[in-house]
């Protein structure tokens, strides 16, 4: 298979934990997305990495997020000290550079803060 | 602030009908993208509209954009069951070289097709 992949699927934790989420991206593609989608919502955008550069956060994405792609492949998501708020589907899209950008969108990690 | 609404948020229809849902948006754009999503699911592009007048056909869909009414429609032809699912817009407003599609959604339409 060589869509977007991602891990976890499922994420139960308590709230005050950190969590982290992993996506590997379409291999040829060097943009890379994050974005939340709560239920009943359309997905709503976090960050964006251009290779391994992060050019743009939301203003959602508050100082407990922190995202990385360091080598320019998979990227991960972190968020520590989970508030029943994040509770959230977690989606993970990459594009290539050309111009129809159209992007491709992982299954998605459900993440549940008790 | 870009604003994306689509309508209806809910639609019940019988196989064999057609409609249409639309998506309107509040500032210039020329990117549209047509998004499906099952239930628990991922998002699976549909369509990826880029001028004005494009018109896109798959199936029993079809997708076109008017970017000077800044309006997008998906219409749906003799529908059948395996349709039912939720159905986002996206528009893309980039802000620069460097800047990538940042992809602002509708609320979804949440279409079911009765037999």
């Known amino acids: 298979d060589t869509g977007v992949s991602q891990n976890p699927r499922h994420k139960i934790t308590k709230r005050g934990q950190n969590v982290t989420f992993r996506c590997d991206p379409i291999s040829e593609h060097n943009r890379l997305y994050w974005y939340r989608q709560t239920l009943g919502q359309g997905p709503e955008f976090l960050t964006y990495f251009q290779n391994e550069a992060q050019l743009e956060k939301s203003r959602l994405l508050s100082d407990r997020f922190s995202a990385e792609r360091p080598k320019g492949s998979f990227s991960t998501l972190e968020i520590q000290r989970t508030e029943q708020g994040d509770s959230a589907m977690y989606l993970c899209?990459?594009?290539?550079?050309?111009?129809?950008?159209?992007?491709?969108f992982g299954p998605g990690t459900r993440l549940t803060v008790l | 602030e870009l604003k994306v609404e689509q309508n209806p948020l809910f639609l019940s229809m019988q196989e064999g009908k057609n409609y249409t849902i639309y998506c309107n948006y509040s500032t210039t754009s020329d990117r549209l993208y047509w998004y499906r999503q099952d239930p628990g699911k991922s998002l699976e592009s549909l369509f990826v509209?880029?001028?004005?007048?494009a018109v896109k056909q798959e199936g029993r869909l079809m997708a076109s954009l008017d970017t000077k009414a800044r309006l997008s429609t998906l219409h749906i032809t003799a529908a059948v069951h395996d349709l039912s699912a939720t159905y986002f817009c996206?528009?893309?407003?980039?802000?620069?070289?460097?800047?990538?599609?940042?992809?602002?959604f509708g609320e979804g339409t949440q279409l079911t097709v009765n037999p």
């Open positions: 509209l880029l001028s004005n007048g």
């Open positions: 899209a990459s594009s290539n550079r050309g111009y129809y950008n159209e992007q491709f």
């Open positions: 996206a528009v893309d407003i980039r802000r620069g070289e460097t800047s990538g599609s940042r992809l602002t």
